[in-house]
C-alpha cells in the first residue's frame, strides 16, 4: 500500500512536469544582432532540444553561439521554433526584449510554433493607436457622454458650452496624467459609483428647471470639480489598455487628444440636434425635462448596480 502511494505521488509530479511551458528568450544586443536562449521541461530529452528559425535575413554569428547577426530589423518579423526529432505539444512562453528598453512576453499555446515579433513603439505609431484609443473610449463611455450631454444643458449658449467643456477637460485631464502615472491611486469601484452620481446630480439640476443657484451660475467649477472624478475613471480604463514602455508621455497626450476629438465631434452634434429640436413648442417646454428624467433613470441605475458591487 505504501508502494502504491508513493508510485502516485511520484506520478504526480512526472505529470506535473509534461505541462511545463517551453522557455523562448530573444533578445537585442546590438544593431540587428540577437542572442536566443532556450530553456525547456525535464520531458524533452536533449536530443530533441528546439532550435529557433529566425528570419531569412538573418544568419548565425561564425564567431559566437546563439547569437544572430540580421541585415534588417527583426521587429514585426516571424519567428518559429522547431523540434529536430518529434513536436512537443507543451504551451512556450517567449519573451523579447529590445535595447531600447521595450520588453514583452506573451505565452503561445499547445500545437503554436510559430509568433511575430512586436513592432517597435514610434512616436506616430503610438500617437496614432492612443489617440484613436481615447475617442473610441469616450464614444463608449456612455456616462462620460452624458455627463457632457448634462453641461450642454445647463450651459445653454454656445460661448458658456465652450468655457464649461473647457473646464471638465482640463481638470479631467490633470487626474488622468496623475492616476495613470500612479501619483494618485484611489479604487476604482467607488469612482465609477461616483461618476454615476455626477451625472444623477446634473440630471436633476435640468429637471427642476434653470436657477438661481450655484449650479446654473457656475457650471464650470461644477464641471471642474466633477471633471477630477471623471478623469479617474479615464485613468482606470488606460491602466487596463496599459501605456506605452518607451513612449509613455507621447500615449499619455495622445490618448487624453483622443478623448477631446470624441468629447468635440459628440458636443458639436448633440448643438446642432439642440438647436433644431428647440424649433418645437413641446421641446422648449417638456422635452428637455423628459431628456432630465431619462438621464436620471438610467444614471440611477448605474449608481445603484456600480455601489453593490463594491458593498456587497
Same mark, same amino acid.
Given at each position: 500500500?505504501?508502494?502504491f502511494?508513493?508510485?502516485?505521488?511520484?506520478?504526480?509530479?512526472?505529470l506535473?512536469?509534461?505541462?511545463?511551458p517551453?522557455?523562448?528568450e530573444?533578445n #537585442?544586443?546590438g544593431?540587428?544582432r540577437?542572442?536566443?536562449?532556450v530553456?525547456?521541461?525535464?520531458q524533452?530529452l536533449?536530443?530533441?532540444?528546439?532550435l529557433i528559425?529566425?528570419?531569412?535575413f538573418? +544568419?548565425?554569428?561564425?564567431?559566437?553561439?546563439?547569437i544572430y547577426?540580421?541585415s534588417?530589423?527583426?521587429?514585426?518579423?516571424?519567428?518559429?521554433v522547431?523540434?529536430?526529432?518529434?513536436?512537443?505539444?507543451?504551451?512556450?512562453? &517567449?519573451k523579447?526584449?529590445?535595447?531600447s528598453?521595450e520588453?514583452?512576453? /506573451?505565452?503561445?499555446?499547445?500545437?503554436?510554433y510559430?509568433?511575430?515579433?512586436p513592432?517597435?513603439?514610434?512616436?506616430?505609431?503610438v500617437?496614432?493607436?492612443?489617440?484613436?484609443?481615447g475617442i473610441?473610449?469616450i464614444?463608449?463611455g456612455?456616462?462620460?457622454?452624458?455627463? &457632457?450631454?448634462?453641461?450642454?444643458?445647463i450651459a445653454?449658449?454656445?460661448?458658456?458650452?465652450l468655457v464649461?467643456?473647457?473646464?471638465?477637460t482640463?481638470?479631467?485631464?490633470?487626474?488622468?496624467v496623475?492616476?495613470?502615472?500612479?501619483?494618485?491611486?484611489?479604487?476604482?469601484?467607488?469612482? #465609477?459609483?461616483?461618476?454615476?452620481?455626477?451625472?444623477?446630480?446634473l440630471?436633476?439640476?435640468?429637471?427642476?428647471?434653470?436657477?438661481?443657484? /450655484?449650479?446654473?451660475?457656475?457650471?464650470?467649477?461644477?464641471?471642474s470639480?466633477?471633471?477630477?472624478?471623471?478623469?479617474?475613471?479615464f485613468?482606470a480604463?488606460?491602466?487596463e489598455?496599459?501605456?506605452?514602455?518607451?513612449?509613455?508621455l507621447?500615449?499619455l497626450?495622445s490618448?487624453?487628444?483622443?478623448v477631446?476629438i470624441? +468629447?468635440?465631434?459628440?458636443?458639436?452634434v448633440?448643438?446642432?440636434?439642440?438647436?433644431?429640436?428647440?424649433?418645437w413648442?413641446?421641446?422648449?417646454f417638456?422635452g428637455?425635462?423628459?431628456l432630465s428624467?431619462?438621464?436620471?433613470?438610467v444614471a440611477?441605475?448605474?449608481?445603484?448596480?456600480?455601489?453593490?458591487?463594491?458593498?456587497?
Amino acid at each position: 500500500m505504501i508502494g502504491f502511494f508513493l508510485w502516485l505521488f511520484s506520478a504526480n509530479f512526472s505529470l506535473a512536469d509534461d505541462f511545463r511551458p517551453l522557455y523562448i528568450e530573444v533578445n #537585442e544586443i546590438g544593431a540587428h544582432r540577437y542572442t536566443s536562449r532556450v530553456k525547456t521541461p525535464p520531458q524533452i530529452l536533449d536530443t530533441n532540444t528546439p532550435l529557433i528559425k529566425f528570419p531569412s535575413f538573418c +544568419q548565425p554569428d561564425p564567431g559566437a553561439r546563439n547569437i544572430y547577426r540580421c541585415s534588417d530589423d527583426l521587429a514585426d518579423s516571424l519567428l518559429s521554433v522547431s523540434y529536430p526529432s518529434y513536436e512537443v505539444a507543451n504551451s512556450t512562453v &517567449v519573451k523579447m526584449s529590445f535595447l531600447s528598453g521595450e520588453n514583452y512576453t /506573451f505565452t503561445l499555446s499547445r500545437g503554436e510554433y510559430q509568433w511575430r515579433v512586436p513592432k517597435r513603439e514610434e512616436v506616430l505609431g503610438v500617437s496614432a493607436q492612443y489617440a484613436w484609443l481615447g475617442i473610441e473610449h469616450i464614444w463608449i463611455g456612455f456616462d462620460h457622454l452624458l455627463f &457632457v450631454l448634462c453641461l450642454i444643458l445647463i450651459a445653454r449658449k454656445t460661448l458658456r458650452i465652450l468655457v464649461t467643456i473647457t473646464g471638465f477637460t482640463v481638470a479631467h485631464s490633470i487626474t488622468l496624467v496623475l492616476a495613470a502615472l500612479d501619483i494618485v491611486t484611489l479604487p476604482v469601484p467607488p469612482i #465609477e459609483a461616483v461618476i454615476a452620481l455626477s451625472v444623477l446630480f446634473l440630471a436633476a439640476e435640468i429637471a427642476r428647471g434653470p436657477r438661481h443657484n /450655484f449650479t446654473w451660475r457656475y457650471p464650470i467649477t461644477v464641471s471642474s470639480s466633477f471633471g477630477l472624478l471623471h478623469g479617474l475613471g479615464f485613468a482606470a480604463v488606460l491602466n487596463e489598455i496599459g501605456l506605452p514602455q518607451t513612449e509613455l508621455l507621447t500615449g499619455l497626450v495622445s490618448f487624453n487628444i483622443g478623448v477631446e476629438i470624441g +468629447q468635440v465631434i459628440f458636443a458639436l452634434v448633440v448643438i446642432l440636434m439642440l438647436n433644431y429640436l428647440r424649433r418645437w413648442k413641446w421641446f422648449v417646454f417638456n422635452g428637455q425635462k423628459t431628456l432630465s428624467y431619462c438621464i436620471g433613470c438610467v444614471a440611477a441605475y448605474w449608481f445603484i448596480g456600480r455601489s453593490m458591487s463594491f458593498l456587497f
